[in-house]
C-alpha cells in the first residue's frame, strides 16, 4: 500500500508539472506545446537539482512500464478517420514509418552519447 501512494504521489507530482507547462503557455501564448514546456521545465529542475532522481523515479517507472496501454485509445482513435487514410494511407504509412525509424535512432544514440559522458565522468 505504501508503495502505490508513493506511486501516485510522483505521478501528481509529475501532472503538476505538465499543468504548469500547460498554463505557462496559455498565460504567454506560446506557440509550443504546454507538455513539451512542462517536460523542459522538469529537465531543468533534475539537471539543477531542485528536484532529486528519487522524488519521481518509481512514478516514472510505472508510467513507461505501462506506456503502450497509453497508445491504445490513440490507436483506436484513428478509425474515426478511416477515410483520411482511402486516398492517401499507403503514404501516410511511410512517413509513420520513417519518422518512426528516425524517432528511435535518435533517441538510441542520444542515450548512447549521454552514458558514454557519464562513463567518463566518473573515470
Known amino acids: 500500500m505504501l508503495k ?5 504521489l510522483h505521478i501528481i507530482f509529475l501532472y ?13 501564448n506560446l506557440i509550443i506545446p504546454g507538455s ?9 529542475l533534475l539537471l539543477t537539482n531542485v528536484i532529486k532522481v528519487t522524488w519521481i523515479e518509481e512514478g516514472t517507472k510505472f508510467v513507461v512500464d505501462n506506456l503502450a496501454f497509453f497508445f491504445i485509445p490513440a490507436t483506436v482513435g484513428i478509425i474515426n478517420y478511416f477515410d483520411l487514410f482511402v486516398g492517401k494511407g499507403m ?3 511511410l512517413i509513420v514509418l520513417f519518422s518512426t525509424t528516425l524517432v528511435i535512432i535518435t533517441s538510441g544514440l542520444t542515450s548512447q552519447w ?8 566518473h573515470d
Open 4 to 8: 502505490l501512494s508513493k506511486i501516485l
Open 16 to 28: 503538476c508539472i505538465y499543468l504548469l507547462g500547460n498554463w505557462i503557455v496559455e498565460i504567454f
Open 36 to 44: 513539451v514546456l512542462g517536460m523542459i521545465i522538469l529537465f531543468v
Open 91 to 93: 503514404f501516410l504509412i
Open 114 to 121: 549521454i552514458m558514454c559522458r557519464k562513463e567518463r565522468k
